[in-house]
């Protein structure tokens, strides 16, 4: 059966190090943090392991991320033999963006949501990369993955998020809407 996957990845270089939002596809990646469902199982590939994670994306029917079409696809795409932006997509910050009209950070999301917090952020992992800190890297890189996947449930199962606003204590409920994709054999993929 083909498996839905959450996804995330970290850097080896930031945007000031490539010239720019524009040079996305000049970013590496250092890590690459999965969660199948099928598996139920969370991994993690090093550079090393890049290959592990696009035989996984071959059994694919589903990508789950958090700017993970604007960031993590561009930056992968160099990885792989195959279009990776060609997988079914379903990446939360745009649809928070399509309804909402703005971006809000993972964080922030995590914390309104489900009350957990990250524990770092990108230009962090980028230091600890530089600083060999790979268990330290992984651990953060994998955090992000199960912050993004609980967020994702969330999603499925009640519909909505609440989004804190701006200078005000309130917080406003944003529908999403996520359907699963059924096969012409009447299976959930």
Known sequence: ????????????????????????????????????????????????EFAQFGAMLKQASLLVGFSSKHFDVPVLKKYFNFNIAAIPHYDILEEIQKVYGRRIGLGLLANANIGENKTSHGLEAIAMYRNKEFARLKEYCLQDVKLTKNIFELIKNQGYLWIPQKNIPQMEKVNLVYNEIVSPQGQLL
């Not at 970290?10 to 010239?19: A, H, I, L, R």
């Not at 040079?23 to 999965?34: D, F, P, Q, R």
């Open 1 to 48: 059966m083909a498996d839905k996957l959450v996804f995330d990845i970290e850097t080896k270089n930031s945007f000031q190090d490539v010239g720019g939002e524009n040079n996305i596809e000049k970013l590496e990646a250092s890590i690459i943090g999965v969660y199948s469902y099928n598996q139920d199982k969370y991994f993690c590939f090093d550079e090393n």
